[in-house]
């Protein structure tokens, strides 16, 4: 039986996506925009998902007052629409591209979560999370809904036995951790901020890594950039490293590429250095282009050959 998968996304927005070499402060600055996309973390997850042939589910939040470009994209993609509506509008966020810097993001506030809303949202998400094999819990809260109200429901979730795909920073991880998910993947910098300092080195990565696994915490995917990725269970550690990228169009987008090939490994029982190849390739992938998805299954092939894995003896 094909496994079933859902996402939830409690703080949706429109990413406008652009590019330029440098931002200067202060100064008029000239953006090639590359795209003005329906988004937020979850639903760029079910949108890889469903262009590798999975059938996904998406959920959470959504403004009233501009939600028909998520309700064409969900038509015509053919994601199953389990999102809640609230009054407000979604965000939109501004991601810059700088081809000698990373990516700089402006997001926006959007709609507020009140108590009617958030109560509403826990039961019924308990409800139909119930009918998937793996729920992916990705991004940032909205406002109204603080870190508590955030751990109190991934708790339930896992009482429920669901197994919860947890990719957030910050407040929300701190506070989402202590639900014990099946699987959480901080990049480098959310998992600095977590530790409390800098880690410098991969044998720092690692030991961090460890720490989270300490809380809980089946598996624990860590992705560093271009330094590519790791992956610590209680089957031991593996490494990935996928092939520099000549052409780097936008960074938007390629760690949620990174949990759906995860998941796609998950769901088709790769081993653990099979998933974690498949879900760097994924993830590459993403950077040579400026919105999210796979629309040709074959230029994963060439870039899956050159990824390269190694175990960790931990």
């Known amino acids: 039986m094909t496994a079933k998968v859902a996402t939830i ?19 008029v600055n ?5 795209g ?11 949108k890889v998902l469903k262009d590798l042939g999975i059938q996904v589910a998406v ?16 038509q015509t993609q053919g994601l199953e629409d389990k999102f809640q509506r609230v009054a407000g509008k979604t965000r939109i966020n501004v991601k810059i591209t700088e081809t000698e810097a990373d990516v700089t993001d402006l997001n926006f506030l959007g709609y507020e979560i009140n108590e009617a809303d958030w ?12 009918q998937f094999d793996l729920v992916a819990v990705c991004g940032s809260l909205p406002r109204g809904v603080t870190p508590e109200l955030f751990a109190q429901w991934l708790r339930l979730l896992h009482q429920a036995g669901i197994k919860v795909v947890l990719d957030t920073s910050n407040q929300a991880l701190q506070a989402g951790l202590t639900a014990k998910p099946w699987l959480v993947k901080p990049n480098h910098r959310e998992l600095e ?4 300092h800098a880690l410098n080195s991969l044998d720092e990565i690692i030991a961090a890594g460890k720490k989270l696994q300490a809380q809980g915490i089946a598996n624990v995917v860590i992705s560093m950039g271009a330094e590519g990725s790791l992956w610590l269970s209680d089957n031991g550690i593996v490494q990935a490293q996928p092939p520099k990228c000549e052409n780097v169009v936008s960074t938007v987008g390629a760690g949620d590429s990174m949990v759906a090939g995860l998941i796609y490994g998950f769901i088709h029982h790769y081993s653990a250095a099979d998933t974690l190849a498949f879900a760097s390739a994924v993830s590459a992938l993403a950077v040579s282009q400026s919105n999210v ?13 050159n990824v390269k894995v190694t175990t960790i003896k931990g």
């Open 59 to 74: 959920g959470g939040f959504l403004g009233k007052d501009n939600v028909g470009d998520f309700e064409h994209l969900f």
């Open 293 to 305: 998805g796979v629309s040709d299954r074959a230029l994963l092939d060439p870039i899956l050959a």
């Open 30 to 34: 000239s953006v090639e925009t590359l």
């Open 119 to 130: 109560h509403h949202f826990v039961e019924s998400s308990l409800a139909y999370c119930q």
């Open 193 to 196: 901020a977590w530790v409390g």
């Open 9 to 27: 996304t409690l703080n949706t927005a429109y990413d406008l996506v652009g590019r330029l070499k440098r931002i200067e402060l202060g100064e």
């Open 36 to 46: 003005l996309f329906p988004a937020g973390k979850g639903i760029n997850v079910a």
